[in-house]
């Protein structure tokens, strides 16, 4: 395929499948760079995390993640063509997340994004990032061209930042998503991160939490989540995905801050602070500490507490969205973004969803947290259509899904 730009330009969609795209990720606190041919063969996918930057704050510091970025991002793009055997002359086209994220942190990727295609004559395609981690589940399962995934398809994005539902449709390669539900307070990834942070374990916190929580009894300790009424119900039919507005429609919200706050309280009830203070000197005072590390300073009391979190969190998230899938009738079911790593959240969606006769797809745990892959593999379609940004396109920190 010739890869000059009059060449490309001429070429229509149809007879020109096979695309090389470069993406570009520094939405938060990974940097990552990519190639993936055609939204579905990973040829590189390097993310340099600053888990280590961060990690003495017990969480992402915007100014630091930034200036890490900076650092990282030529060094990250060099490997991941490297690795992928190309050059910056081979690849198609360059796709870069927009937002939302953090907004120092997503210009430094799209600054770079900018400044190579403008050097190099690519077109250049912004991605949201939300969207790119529904389409790590499509780029894994290779199922780029929808085969098994029949519409509408319910996605669930829980991350650090979002706790999102969407309804996703597309049609000629133009995909198209519905809000029906987003966290009124903390994400699902945030509650995690909070929650390890008051018990001194560490940062991020998720990560751990999962590992933790196999030790413990879910039981012992019990939490309500909260309950979010939906008032917005219209002239709202079930079934009817025409014509509804984002608006309309019963909405599955979610919320976090209760638990967290539960959490705090229990461990004053239980006067766990001086453990937890003692736990906390004890991490700070090893390098990387590993989880064997965490869970040799861990009593049964916080195993246990660590694992009724966990079961709590999976339970409220799992019951809304099979809930909302039965609402809207959808076909397929898609849980994305970093908290669709946890073994326990995957376990229960596969069980819970098997009995509603409900398919639901997973990106790979490693593919489930912030990567490139995805934003190289969302920007496909865009590429078809040819779908380009000019060069003054900005940052969105709080872009929205649609
Ligand atoms: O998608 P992601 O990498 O970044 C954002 O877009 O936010 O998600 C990061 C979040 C963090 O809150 C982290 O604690 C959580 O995902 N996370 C997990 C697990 N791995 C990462 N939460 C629960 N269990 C995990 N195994
Ligand atoms: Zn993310």
Known sequence: MSRTREKRHCVTAIIMPDALILGIETSCDETGAAVVRSGQQILSNVVASQIATHQ????????????????????????????????YASVDAIAVTQGPGLAGALLVGISFAKALAFA?????????????????????????????????????????GHTHL????????????????????????????????????????????????????????????????????RDYKPGDHRQLQEDDGPHFDFSYSGIKTAVLRYVETQNMKAAIEARRQALAGIEKPTLADTRGLCDRQTLNLVASFQRSM?????????????EYDVRTLFVSGGVAANRELRATFEREAAMQGLPVFFPSRALS???????????????????????DFCAEAGMALR
């Open 166 to 233: 969407y309804l996703a449709q597309v049609r000629e390669n133009l995909w198209s998503y519905r809000n029906i539900g987003h966290t009124r307070d903390d994400a699902a990834g945030e509650a995690f991160d909070k929650v390890a942070k008051l018990l001194g374990l560490g940062y991020p916190g998720g990560p751990i939490i999962d590992g933790l929580a196999l030790d413990g009894d879910p039981h012992a300790v019990k939490f309500q989540i909260a309950q979010m009424k939906h008032p917005d119900r």
């Open 120 to 160: 190099l004559e690519k077109p250049l395609i912004a991605v949201n990032h939300l969207e790119g981690h529904i389409h790590a589940v499509l780029l894994e399962q290779r199922l780029s061209e929808n085969a098994g995934v029949h519409f509408p398809v319910l996605a669930l994005v829980v991350s650090g």
């Open 314 to 326: 999976v339970n409220d998230l799992v019951v809304k969205t099979l809930a909302a899938a039965r």
């Open 56 to 87: 003495p704050y017990g969480g992402v510091v915007p100014e630091l993640a930034s200036r890490e970025h900076l650092r990282a991002i030529v060094p990250v793009v060099r490997q991941a063509l490297a690795e992928a055997g190309q050059t």
């Open 369 to 391: 947290t912030d990567n490139a892959a995805m934003i190289a593999a969302a920007a496909f379609p865009k590429f078809l259509r040819g779908e380009f940004v000019a060069m």
